[in-house]
C-alpha cells in the first residue's frame, strides 16, 4: 500500500513506477508508457476515492474554519487559512488523483481485472448414456 501510494504522489505507475501516468496536468494516459498496465478500467472509478480524500483533506478544514470565522472578530487569519486550503486543494489534484489510482490498482489486483485467475479443480461428471 504504502509504495504504491508513493508511486501515485509521484505521478507514476502504480505496477511499475516507471511510466507517468499523465499526458497533461491531470489528463490520465489509457495505459502505462513503460509497462502498458491500463491504468483505469473504466471511466469514473477515481470518483470514491477522490471523494474521500477530499472529505477528510479539506471538506473537514473548511468547516472548522467557518465555525471559528463566526466566533472571532478578525477575519484575517479566516482568509489566510482560506487561501491555503484552497491552493492546497487545486495544486495537489494531481498527486491526490495519482495515489488514489494506486489504490484502484491495487483493488483491482486483489479483485478486479488483474486478479490472478484462482485454478478450481473440477471433478468431471460422466453421463452414462
Known amino acids: 500500500m ?3 501510494l508513493w508511486r501515485g504522489a509521484r505521478k507514476r505507475c502504480p505496477q511499475c ?3 507517468r501516468i499523465y499526458e497533461g496536468w491531470v489528463k ?4 502505462c508508457p513503460h509497462c502498458g498496465l491500463k491504468l483505469l478500467a473504466d471511466q469514473g472509478d477515481l470518483w470514491a476515492y477522490l471523494v474521500a480524500l477530499d472529505r477528510a483533506l479539506f471538506i473537514f478544514p473548511i468547516i472548522v474554519m467557518i465555525y471559528f470565522r463566526l466566533t472571532l ?3 484575517f487569519w479566516f482568509y489566510l487559512v482560506g487561501s491555503v486550503i484552497g491552493l ?4 495537489t489534484l494531481p498527486h491526490r488523483n495519482g495515489m488514489s489510482l494506486g ?3 491495487l483493488l483491482r489486483r486483489r479483485h478486479g481485472d488483474l486478479a490472478k485467475p484462482q ?3 473440477k471433478s468431471t461428471d460422466t453421463d452414462a448414456r
Request: aromatic residues 14%.
Open 119 to 121: 485454478s478450481h479443480s
Open 17 to 19: 513506477g516507471e511510466g
Open 2 to 4: 504504502r509504495t504504491v
Open 88 to 91: 492546497l486543494f487545486v495544486f
Open 73 to 75: 472578530d478578525d477575519p
Open 103 to 105: 489504490v484502484d490498482y
Open 28 to 31: 490520465l494516459h489509457e495505459h
